[in-house]
């Protein structure tokens, strides 16, 4: 029998290339079984598009790394050059805006998604049936991407993110005990600078990525361990829907989701690029500080609350809803899924997603409900426009190191009392430290090729409209001064203006040696100009004569207008007779509004010779620049309480007033006794004059200040109900320049105008108000009127020696450059803003603390900035106001 033809082997398929690498992988890492166990998991009842918000999760998570890992090639994290870095990805980088605007919105849409996947698995009950791990890992993963949100928005070093993240910080200070430790750990120190910027960015790049690819690992676990919910109606534990592979329907619907959410990111980063504010300046007096739109409802609740019950609104609440949200799956443990019938669980997370968003929507009403805050938010976002659409300016370190090299050689003189004189006036405050320029003002380096020395003088006592828009004061200063702060702004820049500010001025003969002055008539030393021809003092007196608004009264040149003209009144008199007249005026002019004049000698005399020079054809220099005669000195009805001699303690004056001491020099009266005794009224109404907050904008005697007037008088000009009326309902005029009405009650009001009329009574009253600046502060805050001005009490009400809190806070002070603005120590202010001795140094703690968080029309006109202090500074430096003197 034949044998068979044996069986034909089947040939076996030849693989394409990718077939083969394919294979070749597989046999090596079994990718082909992972990817089976991956794609072929079951979905109980099948694919849905409510499960979709996890993989975009995922996807959104992939492309801020990518886009992160490409911003961090050109980031340099420090405070000198992290915004420079940022500015060069975005106007240089190729495609570095879109880049930028990719991660930036991709950050909102990280919690956009994440809290569509909280409500998905909320209301579908899949953390229900063992699934609690992998609810609390998902809650691990909502904190950290709010971290992450958090850590990323100071890296610009821009305004909006320097103080949006002070307020961060600082709202972590109000945690009991740990809070100031934790603030100074986020920061690096006290204040925000580039050890804060190196932790944020070690924090984001590093840290918290780390934690969520960590528990994004655990969760995906935990997920396949107890395998997907499925819709509301399936059993949590034991499935009986049919399944229904991950793959391919569900796998399509997570990419159709990924490529819509690509598609909107990249249509906004194309179509509306993310901008750039100018630089962080921790001076800057007006911005207003707004989170981002993820925290703008927790920013709103905090305004709800002040003072001790911040812990609640920060610590308390907050963690009672965090842990809440952790506890959902022990809290709600029955098997049923279907929201209606949970109806306790879906109402209290309902309140709290819908009362998050009303806060964030009440918290932008608020701001478009203010005009003036909602006009600085608009400024600010032009500012920000103008910034992102100018050229990009490099970053350019100085010769040596970062900071000006300091002036090693002797100083100029000139130079140095014009920058102490930059310092006291606070100019600091709005043109940054050494006129570099902030947010408020521009840089003042090189002003001296723009504008001459006679110009630029010129202009600082006569602001251009676009100066006062941007609330310049004109600088009101003797012709000397006016010389070195001119000599100071001209060394802008150079190494000489580094040399350390001169509290008081050079002498003469140091003026004289430094070739701007000349000697003039009467032995008067005169600015000269460049030729070293002597200027007169009749210019300085034309440009204080505009600058004080005599001509609104008087007319211009003084020819006449609501007041008489002048040189035809003061031709047959003195010199001196005219100096005593506009310093004291009679009742005539007093009738007619005339206010007196104040000032030092030198600016007097150069308004007398401004007003000799009218009237007649222009005499000769020689002629202008006569010096007028020397001025008497100024006449008061009693004593001023507010002491000249540094040191000098206001018990020292009352004592000194009580003894009968000169008030002058020789042959001017001598000061009335001091009455022992207090009118009740009086006293309840000076008390009434200092919680009210009068006494800030007033004065302690209510002189006066450079921001309101004196109210001696006042009385006699509104009697009976007009002044009472006038208090509660401001004129327009009192409106604008920040005064608010007066709150107080009728039995408390009746007591201010007792203590306003009093003002204006003979001798023993105004004894009354030395002993009343002799007051001081018990434990509560109340001011304490002492019995006697006499000597023995001298001692009794001088100020005690600073507390530790006290000593801690002055540091506060002057490390958030609040001296800037107020001086000094903060004691007798600058034309930026007024002295706190006296004033705020009056008030009780609490107060004080209500207008450092809420700050007063005053305030806010003033530009006083926002308070970024933490919990524990605040404290500081209240103390620190109240251990002031209570008179200037």
């Known amino acids: 029998m034949p044998e068979s033809p044996k069986e034909a082997k089947p040939t076996p398929k030849k693989l394409n290339a990718p077939a083969r690498l394919f294979r070749w992988l597989d046999q090596r890492t079994g990718v082909h079984e992972l990817l089976e166990e991956s794609l072929d998991e079951p979905i109980p009842g099948g694919a849905r598009l409510a499960y979709v918000f996890g993989s975009g999760l995922l996807y959104i998570f992939i492309s801020q790394i990518i886009t992160g890992i490409c911003l961090a090639l050109y980031y340099v994290p420090s405070a000198e050059t992290a915004h420079t870095s940022v500015a060069y990805i975005t106007k240089q980088v190729a495609a570095g805006s879109f880049l930028r605007s990719l991660?930036?919105?991709?950050?909102?849409?990280?919690?956009?998604?994440?809290?569509?996947?909280?409500?998905?698995?909320?209301?579908?009950?899949?953390?229900?049936g063992r699934?609690?791990?992998?609810?609390?890992?998902?809650a691990v993963l909502s904190l950290l991407v709010l971290g992450?949100?958090?850590?990323?928005?100071?890296?610009?070093?821009?305004?909006?993110?320097?103080?949006?993240?002070?307020?961060?910080?600082?709202?972590?200070?109000?945690?009991?005990?740990?809070?100031?430790?934790?603030?100074?750990?986020?920061?690096?120190?006290?204040?925000?600078?580039?050890?804060?910027?190196?932790?944020?960015?070690v924090a984001h790049v590093f840290l918290i990525p780390a934690c969520i690819f960590g528990f994004i690992a655990a969760h995906i676990f935990l997920f396949r361990k107890a395998g997907p919910a499925g819709?509301?109606?399936?059993?949590?534990?034991?499935?009986?829907?049919?399944?229904?592979?991950?793959?391919?329907?569900?796998?399509?619907?997570?990419?159709?989701?990924?490529?819509?959410?690509?598609?909107?990111?990249?249509?906004?980063?194309?179509?509306?690029?993310?901008?750039?504010?100018?630089?962080?300046?921790?001076?800057?007096?007006?911005?207003?500080?707004?989170?981002?739109?993820?925290?703008?409802?927790?920013?709103?609740?905090l305004k709800f609350w002040e003072g001790p019950k911040v812990v609640f609104a920060v610590v308390v609440l907050p963690g009672l809803l965090a842990l809440a949200f952790f506890l959902i799956p022990f809290l709600d443990r029955r098997l049923e899924r279907r929201p209606w019938r949970r109806p306790i669980p879906v109402l209290a997370v309902a309140i709290v997603m819908v009362g998050a968003i009303y806060l964030g929507i009440r918290s932008h009403q608020d701001d478009m409900r203010d005009p003036s805050t909602a006009a600085q938010i608009a400024l600010q976002e032009k500012q920000e426009a103008a910034y992102t659409a100018a050229p990009f300016e490099p970053y350019i370190e100085a010769p040596g190191g970062i900071a000006p090299a300091a002036y090693s050689g002797p100083a100029n003189p000139l130079i140095a009392h014009g920058r102490g004189i930059f310092e006291a006036h606070g100019c600091s405050g709005c043109h940054g430290a050494g006129g570099i320029g902030g947010t408020i003002a521009p840089k003042l380096i090189g002003i001296n090729v723009k504008l001459p020395g006679d110009q630029l003088s010129f202009i600082l006592t006569h602001p251009t409209l676009a100066m006062k828009t941007g609330k310049m004061p004109a600088i009101d200063i003797s012709m000397a001064d006016m010389s070195a702060l001119v000599a100071y702004l001209d060394a802008l820049g150079t190494p000489a203006a580094n040399a350390p500010a001169a509290s008081s001025g050079p002498s003469e003969t140091v003026l004289a040696a430094s070739g701007q002055f000349a000697p003039g008539p009467n032995g008067t030393l005169l600015k000269t100009s460049t030729a070293g021809v002597a200027f007169s003092p009749a210019i300085a007196g034309k440009q204080m004569f505009e600058s004080r608004g005599c001509s609104a009264c008087h007319g211009q040149n003084a020819s006449g207008g609501r007041a008489p003209a002048i040189p035809p009144m003061i031709a047959p008199q003195s010199d001196a007779a005219v100096l005593a007249l506009i310093q004291a005026p009679n009742a005539k002019m007093k009738a007619g509004g005339m206010a007196p004049v104040t000032g030092d000698a030198a600016d007097l005399r150069a308004i007398v010779a401004y007003l000799r020079t009218l009237g007649h054809a222009p005499s000769t220099p020689a002629e202008i620049a006569v010096a007028a005669a020397p001025l008497p000195p100024p006449v008061y009805k009693y004593p001023d309480p507010e002491p000249d001699t540094p040191g000098t303690s206001p018990a020292t004056t009352a004592a000194t007033a009580a003894s009968g001491a000169a008030a002058g020099p020789a042959g001017a009266s001598a000061a009335p006794p001091v009455s022992a005794s207090v009118n009740p009224a009086i006293e309840a109404g000076h008390n009434v004059f200092i919680s009210e907050g009068c006494i800030a904008c007033h004065g302690p005697t209510a002189r006066g200040t450079h921001f309101a007037p004196t109210l001696h008088?006042?009385?006699?000009?509104?009697?009976?109900?007009?002044?009472?009326?006038?208090?509660?309902?401001?004129?327009?005029?009192?409106?604008?320049?920040?005064?608010?009405?007066?709150?107080?009650?009728?039995?408390?009001?009746?007591?201010?105008?007792?203590?306003?009329?009093?003002?204006?009574?003979?001798?023993?009253?105004?004894?009354?108000?030395?002993?009343?600046?002799?007051?001081?502060?018990?434990?509560?805050?109340?001011?304490?009127?002492?019995?006697?001005?006499?000597?023995?009490?001298?001692?009794?009400?001088?100020?005690?020696?600073?507390?530790?809190?006290?000593?801690?806070?002055?540091?506060?002070?002057?490390?958030?450059?609040?001296?800037?603005c107020h001086g000094a120590g903060g004691l007798r202010g600058t034309v930026a803003a007024p002295g706190l001795a006296g004033t705020a140094s009056m008030l009780p703690a609490a107060t004080i603390e209500h207008l450092l968080r809420h700050h007063s029309t005053q305030m806010v006109a003033g530009n006083m900035p926002p308070t970024t202090m933490n919990p524990n500074d605040l404290k500081a430096v209240i103390a620190y106001i109240r251990s002031m003197p209570t008179a200037p």
């Not at 791990?133 to 998902?138: F, H, P, Q, V």
């Not at 002799?774 to 507390?803: E, T």
Request: net charge neutral; hydrophobic share 45%.
């Open 231 to 301: 819709p509301i109606a399936e059993d949590p534990i034991n499935p009986k829907m049919p399944p229904e592979g991950f793959y391919p329907k569900q796998v399509l619907m997570d990419m159709t989701f990924a490529l819509l959410i690509m598609v909107l990111l990249a249509w906004l980063a194309y179509f509306h690029p993310v901008g750039l504010g100018p630089i962080a300046d921790p001076a800057s007096a007006q911005f207003i500080a707004r989170p981002e739109w993820y925290y703008l409802s927790f920013f709103e609740w």
């Open 131 to 138: 699934r609690e791990l992998l609810w609390i890992s998902g």
């Open 148 to 201: 992450m949100g958090f850590s990323g928005y100071l890296l610009p070093w821009d305004q909006k993110a320097y103080f949006a993240t002070a307020v961060g910080t600082n709202i972590v200070g109000e945690i009991p005990w740990i809070g100031s430790w934790l603030t100074q750990l986020l920061r690096g120190g006290d204040t925000l600078g580039t050890l804060t910027l190196s932790r944020f960015y």
């Open 103 to 128: 991660h930036y919105y991709g950050s909102s849409a990280m919690i956009i998604v994440l809290a569509l996947h909280f409500l998905q698995t909320f209301l579908y009950g899949s953390f229900k």
């Open 713 to 820: 008088g006042v009385a006699a000009k509104y009697p009976g109900d007009a002044l009472p009326n006038l208090l509660h309902h401001p004129d327009a005029k009192m409106r604008a320049g920040g005064m608010p009405p007066v709150r107080a009650d009728a039995a408390q009001l009746k007591q201010l105008v007792a203590f306003l009329d009093n003002l204006d009574m003979a001798p023993p009253a105004a004894a009354t108000a030395s002993t009343l600046v002799a007051a001081k502060l018990d434990k509560s805050g109340s001011p304490q009127l002492s019995a006697s001005a006499g000597p023995a009490n001298a001692v009794a009400s001088a100020p005690p020696p600073p507390s530790p809190l006290a000593i801690a806070g002055q540091r506060v002070f002057e490390r958030y450059s609040c001296e800037s």
